[in-house]
């Protein structure tokens, strides 16, 4: 069943338009990628499902009943929680503090032991967060966008400026939440990341919809590789 359905979204931003007549469904409990070329428009979509920008043109729809496009506080209620290429949380609050604005309450709470757990953020709770290290940051940010519950988690680009080791880590924290049901729009540049991740791929080329299906598929098709993947693919293909 599709949780998420996007119908026909067009956006201009004056001269520019970053998305052309773009409709995709995100199926419940899929891990679903969202792959392009640098301003093909990916970012622009996450803006729009999580209500930061009002589309031109086109429909949303989630769950087969809520009717978008909706503003950013009316899709947190349904759901829908982003993160952000750049990490977003308070530099000056301690990581404890962070996660007590986002209702991660704390001890008693399993949700919020489970999350502190599974993101490895205990030994970092009383630390200022300005301070910690940069792919702990990212893991607390998404500890913030996890601490709303979120049915459908819109994912930009994760796993950006990471080490391998914290790659593989946050790919590990992805599954777990994804195996108690949460749905994932995943955006990322980190192919390997990706095809490891995700069950679907949708490939945008400037500003359209070039292609969906399989990962598999999507390394195998000629239009993909010449508009995105090019000797980064196959390179990945040939590992
Ligand atoms: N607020 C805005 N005003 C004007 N143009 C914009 C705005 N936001 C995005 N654009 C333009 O829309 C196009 C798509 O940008 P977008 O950031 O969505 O691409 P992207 O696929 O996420 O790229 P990247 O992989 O580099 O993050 C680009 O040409 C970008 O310059």
């Known amino acids: 069943m599709s949780l998420l359905s996007i119908r026909g979204i067009t956006q201009r931003f004056g ?4 998305l052309t007549d773009v409709s995709l469904d995100v199926e419940e409990g899929t891990i679903h990628g969202l792959i392009g070329p640098n301003g093909a428009g990916k970012t622009t979509l996450i803006n729009i499902v999580s209500g930061l920008v009002r589309p031109t043109e086109g429909t949303l729809s989630f769950n087969g009943r809520e009717n978008g ?3 950013m506080a009316h899709a947190v209620t ?3 929680v982003r993160t952000y290429q750049q990490t977003r949380v308070f530099m000056g609050l ?4 962070n996660l007590r604005i986002a209702h991660v309450a704390g001890a008693g709470d399993a949700n919020a032991e489970d999350l502190i757990d599974a993101l490895d953020l205990g030994s970092s709770l009383d630390r200022v967060a300005g301070e910690l290290p940069y792919a702990t940051l990212r893991r607390l940010s998404l500890a913030l966008a996890l601490g709303l519950r979120p049915k459908l988690l819109l994912l930009d680009e994760p796993a950006v400026g990471l080490a391998p080791d914290e790659i593989a ?3 590990e924290v ?3 939440f994804h195996g108690q049901g949460l749905t994932v729009f995943l955006v990322e540049h980190n192919m390997r990341f990706l095809m490891e991740l995700a069950s679907r791929v949708s490939v945008f080329d400037r500003g359209r919809l070039l292609f969906e299906g399989t990962p598999e598929a999507a390394q ?6 010449e508009a995105y993947l090019g ?3 196959k390179k990945h293909a040939g590992n």
């Not at 001269?15 to 970053?18: D, H, I, L």
């Not at 301690?94 to 503090?97: C, I, K, S």
């Open 15 to 18: 001269g520019v338009t970053a």
């Open 69 to 71: 496009p909706w503003p």
């Open 78 to 80: 349904l759901g829908i």
């Open 94 to 97: 301690t990581a404890r503090e």
């Open 169 to 171: 880590r946050m790919a």
């Open 174 to 176: 992805i599954r777990h």
């Open 220 to 225: 195998g098709n000629p239009e993909v590789i």
């Open 231 to 233: 000797r980064g693919l």
